[in-house]
């Protein structure tokens, strides 16, 4: 609280509180000691007294002379202080009394001793009168201790504190007044020091205020005059810094309005660069969209009537040219979608879809689509899904695909010899999401650091060398790390040159809650035989069969899985399933069908697995009834349901369910390009639909108006009325006839744009098909709008076959060296190979049907078919084909085909012999 109060206030407390406190101190002492020297003074006073009473007394008492001592006591009153005075006699009884009563009690009787007490307003004494006062009147010195009386005298206090209280005023006047003398001279000096203390304060108030240019004057005190000059100078010093400052901030104000100026300069600048950057953008997407839409319209006729040639009676060369043609313009088209990627990427138009998928089926997938190029180059292409992955995800299942298949791509295009793996596993888990890891290993050259540097860069490759085997744009890795980084995840690459290479993908997917389909309940607990050479394709063919609900006995060599199913028949434990992993490199097609006859004697029914490439070469070999064949890598899917129908056969009248629709569909195709309009119509003609042309939208309108269509294709990009406006047109009129139904509309374009497809739907079409397109597609796309069914392209030629095998040719040379891939040398070996054993095959042919040996029969009927797969003899293999099929089915015609396969084995010798 001191710290609040002024320097003035402090000066004059500094000042009255010890004057105070001496004043207080001495005055009391000085008090209290003059009235304890006037009490003694009384004392003593009236001790004389009484002393002096005594030997006056002491006759009169002896005398009993009243009188007298009432004058001695009247007389005592005239002193001052003395308020009364008694004389007792020896039995303290008064005998003479002066003066008022006595205030106080009488003081206890010593006759050897005066006694005395005192109060507040007297002093008591009482002292005994003997014998020898009444000697010393009369001179007499004797002792005598004779008592004769007492004298009790009483002294007032009043005078004696009247003036001490006169002592104590005139202390206390004095003390003020000194006090006051006092604190007039503490208020000088502390208005000497607190005045120029207010006007140092009111000067730094000012400066503080920014007034710099106030100044302090003397002060007429040295050391307020030395902080006066020092504030004066450090005023001088802010003046001269404000001045400088001043004049910094004008300066940079200035440049700060130039360079705002500047800065707005460059915002038009900016604001009229970014429009001719949106405006640039927009016109390279027009472009990329009328490009995408002028290249793929002649794309698509080269490559659909490419695919019409090759159903012609052509030569060897001339079907090598088609191939040549088609193979350029596949990889083309190739070029020319990763380059459209790329440029969507790059504009940032590319959206994602969140669609639920299943991962096991995507990464499936994707490999059996490029199985046929790893298996043409004797690859093993492998997939290994851990258990504890999870396998119903969310997220865009296109473009994820779209990665893996660069990856696996380019593993294959770089491995020539080993293993191509796919491993999916989980790293993290939650309620929500998985943090999935996906990886492409490879067993193929490998790449360096340098390499490594410069992989995901826009148009470069890891062999940019003039000589290097592998072609592309370079940009499938680039727009691969572009859609995985889109996607939230990341992409990296582990290589060791001359080992292989690793490519990871690490994503965070949403998880789907679709439950997972369970294995066929015929399947768990079957014990079965897997045949597998190669370590890591065993394993994952294992880990599928257990999936199903399988006991699993995996094999690496097939006469020890022979011989363990043997065995497993003796324990009565018997195995009923076998999958059989081969190649030709490893078990020839002779030699399988052999064991599979042996293990069907066991009462194994088998699932073989081949390579695409393959594929042909078992299937003419092994007999349809005992075994299925699929192409490597197994699909879960199609496995199922493999085993299931080798456990369980359908009837062969069940097989294949019949078609949903029986007429053939009206559609109507428009596109104003003369050659694609060709294309679409002889695809679909030739597929069995009835088909209606229109070069125009105005066309098309009226056309649709005019009759009555199944379904309509409609190419986009039109002069005049494009498809937008005529498919507008069409709905429109189809709202206006409430008795018409809606005609399906789908889009042929050639954009590959990302809001393409929504443009198209919202604008009034149903489904749209990319340019170039195909047979399957077309009959995809119509069976799923209509209902009805076209000609699948795989079964056209079945069915252009004539059903009389009489009117097949004998023997074509062209059919041969096409079958001999173009090698005239080839076509005549075999076909010469063929004739050597035609006699042989003959009469073991007849010796079986006399001694009734069906399976001999049945044998030498399936190694006679094989041999007629390479040779172009159509009649003989399709009599061999009719028989073989008939024998296994063991039906009653059977003896009829084997007579017309013994007269086609004829017709055939005897035609070599007229050619040679």
Not at 2 to 31: C, E, N, Q, W
Not at 471 to 491: A, F, P
Request: hydrophobic share 40%; glycine share 6%; with cysteine.
């Amino acid at each position: 609280m001191f710290h609040d109060f002024s320097i003035k206030t402090r000066i004059v407390m500094l000042t009255l509180l010890p004057s105070s406190l001496l004043a207080l101190v001495l005055g009391s002492y000085f008090t209290w000691q003059q009235l304890t020297e006037m009490q003694s003074n009384l004392v003593e006073r009236g001790q004389l007294t009484v002393q002096q009473l005594a030997p006056l007394a002491a006759p009169a008492l002896a005398q009993n002379h009243h009188n007298r001592l009432q004058r001695i006591a009247n007389r005592v009153l005239d002193q001052a202080d003395i308020r009364a005075v008694s004389f007792l006699d020896s039995k303290l009884e008064t005998i003479v009394h002066a003066g008022p009563s006595l205030s106080g009690a009488r003081p206890p009787a010593d006759p050897t001793q005066s006694t005395m007490t005192r109060d507040n307003k007297a002093t008591h004494l009482l002292m005994p009168v003997l014998g020898y006062h009444q000697n010393l009147a009369s001179g007499d010195t004797s002792q005598d201790d004779r008592l004769l009386g007492w004298i009790a005298l009483e002294i007032s206090h009043h005078n004696a504190l009247l003036q001490g209280y006169r002592n104590l005023l005139a202390s206390l006047v004095l003390i003020i007044a000194v006090l006051v003398a006092s604190a007039l001279l503490a208020m000088r000096v502390g208005r000497s020091i607190n005045d120029p203390l207010r006007r140092i304060q009111q000067g730094v108030s000012q400066l503080r205020d920014g007034h710099l240019e106030t100044r302090l004057p003397a002060l007429r005190s040295h050391e307020l005059d030395e902080l006066a000059a020092g504030i004066n100078r450090m005023a001088e010093v802010m003046q001269h810094a404000q001045e400088e400052m001043q004049n910094s901030i004008d300066q940079a104000t200035e440049d700060v309005r130039q360079n705002l100026e500047t800065i707005e300069i460059q915002n038009i600048e900016l604001d009229m660069a970014r429009r001719e950057a949106l405006e640039a953008s927009r016109i390279k997407s027009e472009f990329l969209a009328n490009m995408s839409h002028e290249i793929r319209t002649p794309l698509n006729g080269i490559i659909g009537f490419t695919n019409l040639l090759q159903k012609c009676e052509l030569s060897p060369r001339q079907h090598d040219y088609l191939n040549t043609i088609q193979k350029s313009a596949d990889s083309l088209l190739d070029i020319i979608n990763e380059i459209l990627d790329f440029s969507k990427i790059e504009a940032g138009k590319l959206v994602l879809e969140h669609t639920p998928f299943n991962l096991r089926e995507l990464i499936q997938d994707t490999l059996t689509i490029l199985a046929p190029a790893a298996h043409a180059k004797h690859l093993e292409l492998v997939s290994l899904i851990y258990r504890d992955t999870p396998l119903a995800l969310n997220g865009d299942p296109l473009r994820l695909r779209q990665v893996l298949t660069n990856l696996i791509s380019n593993a294959i295009k770089f491995t020539n010899e080993g293993t191509i793996a796919v491993r999916a596993m989980v790293e993290e888990i939650g309620e929500e999401f998985a943090q999935l890891r996906i990886s492409v290993h490879d067993t193929g050259i490998g790449l360096s650091q340098e390499e490594l540097n410069s992989l995901f860069q826009a148009f470069s490759q890891a062999d940019n060398s003039l000589t290097r085997q592998a072609g592309g744009t370079g940009l499938g890795l680039v727009i691969s790390k572009r859609l995985i980084e889109q996607m939230g995840g990341e992409i990296g690459v582990n290589s060791v040159p001359g080992e292989g290479s690793e490519f990871w993908i690490r994503l965070s997917l949403p998880l789907d809650d679709q439950s997972e389909d369970e294995p066929p309940s015929a399947l768990h607990g079957q014990r079965v035989a897997l045949l597998e050479q190669h370590e890591l394709a065993r394993q994952s063919m294992q880990h599928q069969l257990e999936d199903c609900g399988l006991e699993v006995l995996p094999f690496a060599e097939l006469d020890s899985l022979l011989a363990g199913v043997a065995a497993a028949r003796q324990e009565n434990r018997p195995i009923g399933l076998a999958v059989l992993g081969v190649t030709s490199r490893d078990t020839g097609a002779e030699e399988l069908a052999q064991r599979v006859a042996d293990l069907d004697r066991l009462g194994c029914k088998c699932l073989v697995l081949c390579p695409t490439t393959e594929q042909l070469l078992y299937q003419e070999a092994l007999p349809e009834t005992q075994i299925h064949l699929q192409s490597k890598p197994a699909r879960r899917d199609q496995l199922e349901a493999a085993l299931g129908e080798l456990l369980a056969p359908q009837p062969a009248g069940q097989q294949t369910p019949g078609p949903l629709g029986n007429r053939a569909p009206r559609l109507l195709c428009v596109d104003d390009n003369p050659a694609n309009l060709l294309l679409v119509q002889t695809l679909l003609g030739d597929m069995g639909a009835t088909v209606s042309v229109a070069d125009s939208g105005q066309a098309a309108v009226a056309a649709a108006q005019r009759e009555h269509f199944d379904l309509i294709f409609m190419d986009v990009q039109m002069p005049g009325m494009d498809g937008r406006q005529a498919t507008r047109a069409i709905r429109q009129w189809e709202n206006a006839q409430p008795e018409r139904r809606h005609t399906p509309i789908i889009a042929l374009t050639a954009h590959a744009l990302a809001n393409e497809r929504r443009a198209l739907l919202q604008g009034g079409m149903d489904d749209y098909l990319t340019k170039p397109i195909n047979e399957r597609q077309l009959a995809q796309v119509v069976h799923k709008w209509t209902r009805l069914h076209l000609r699948s392209p795989d079964s056209q030629a079945d069915e252009a076959r004539p059903a009389a095998i009489g009117h097949l040719s004998v023997l074509d040379p062209e059919e041969g060296l096409r079958l001999a891939a173009g090698k005239p040398d080839l076509a005549a070996d075999m076909l010469s190979m063929l004739l050597a054993s035609l006699d042989a095959d003959h009469q073991a042919i007849r010796q079986a049907r006399r001694d009734g040996d069906r399976d001999a029969l049945l044998e030498r009927v399936h190694r006679l078919h094989g041999a007629t797969r390479y040779c172009g003899v159509p009649q003989l293999r399709a009599a061999c084909q009719h028989s073989e099929t008939l024998l296994k089915q063991h039906a009653s015609a059977a003896d009829a085909a084997l007579d017309e396969l013994e007269a086609a084995i004829l017709r055939l010798a005897g035609e070599a012999k007229f050619g040679a």
